[in-house]
């Protein structure tokens, strides 16, 4: 073989090596921006779902706030018209002693029932919260959730500090679905509600003494765990994190994690 032949072949096999090199190259340099594109559509339909539960939040919200803007204004001031004219009709008649027991009778079922109103009215819109923050409103929640049958502690730390309004609402939001889980499904007599923040994270755990639960089966029941299944669409919304520390036969410990820099950005109030 001549020295212009095997200076051909070498040529011919450095050109088809850096051929190859820079298909490999190609192709590397293909694959990654692909990643990166379905990355980046990954982040924007995660960021697409947070919005779409975030603007669904919103929408409750805005929905129990007329609900209870309409108790409030509609069935509230007809009882309490209801009650005037009533009273006006005791006088009007009169004497009877039977007459006026049932007049009682009446009058204490209209008082209950007006209770009820102002009670439902405060769970849909908690004005506590919107007035003066997360602890207030928890508070005022461990007072009407406790009675006879169940006792309720609050505890957090005489420094805590103030979280955005959206935070609080969600956290009163979660914080009122466990107790109400605790209560009504648990059948727990004592529950206890912390709350702190450490490291620029916000933490929030309930606990109770009742009878737990199965918390793959409940969230596998098409037809139960809603409670548990909105709490974490409200957590994704802010990339909070739940740990359920639950087991049936034994009481159960609930806790809720939040970073407060990710929880500032979304707005559920308006």
Do not use: W
């Not at 001549?2 to 011919?12: K, L, P």
């Not at 924007?44 to 929408?59: I, P, Y």
């Not at 018209?81 to 007049?103: A, H, Y």
């Amino acid at each position: 073989m001549s020295i212009d032949s095997s200076f051909v072949i070498a040529v011919g096999t450095a050109v088809l090596l850096m051929m190859a090199v820079f298909i490999i190259i190609f192709v590397a340099y293909y694959q990654q921006k692909q990643s990166k594109q379905q990355l980046a559509f990954k982040e924007l339909q995660v960021q697409h779902r947070r919005d779409l539960m975030g603007a669904t939040f919103r929408g409750q919200e805005e929905e129990r706030k007329r609900l209870a803007e309409d108790m409030h204004d509609g069935i509230g001031t007809m009882l309490s018209v209801t009650k005037m004219s009533l009273n006006q009709l005791e006088r009007q008649v009169g004497g009877d002693v039977q007459v006026s027991f049932q007049f009682q009778k009446t009058r204490s079922m209209i008082d209950e029932t007006m209770t009820n109103v102002r009670r439902i009215s405060r769970n849909l819109v908690p004005t506590t919260l919107e007035r003066f923050g997360l602890l207030a409103a928890l508070e005022e929640l461990v007072d009407r959730a406790t009675d006879n049958d169940t006792d309720i502690q609050l505890t957090y730390p005489e420094s805590a500090m103030p979280f955005p309004p959206s935070l609080d609402l969600m956290l009163y939001r979660i914080a009122q679905e466990l107790v109400n889980n605790a209560i009504r499904h648990a059948r727990a007599r004592h529950i206890v509600i912390q709350v702190f923040s450490l490291d620029n994270e916000v933490r929030l755990s309930v606990l109770d003494d009742g009878i737990g639960f199965d918390f793959d089966a409940v969230m596998e029941n098409k037809q139960g765990g809603l409670g548990l299944r909105n709490i974490e669409s409200r957590l994704s919304v802010v990339n909070g994190h739940a740990t359920f520390d639950v087991a049936p036969g034994r009481g159960s410990q609930i806790h809720i994690q939040v970073r407060l820099h990710d929880a500032q950005p979304v707005d559920l109030l308006s």
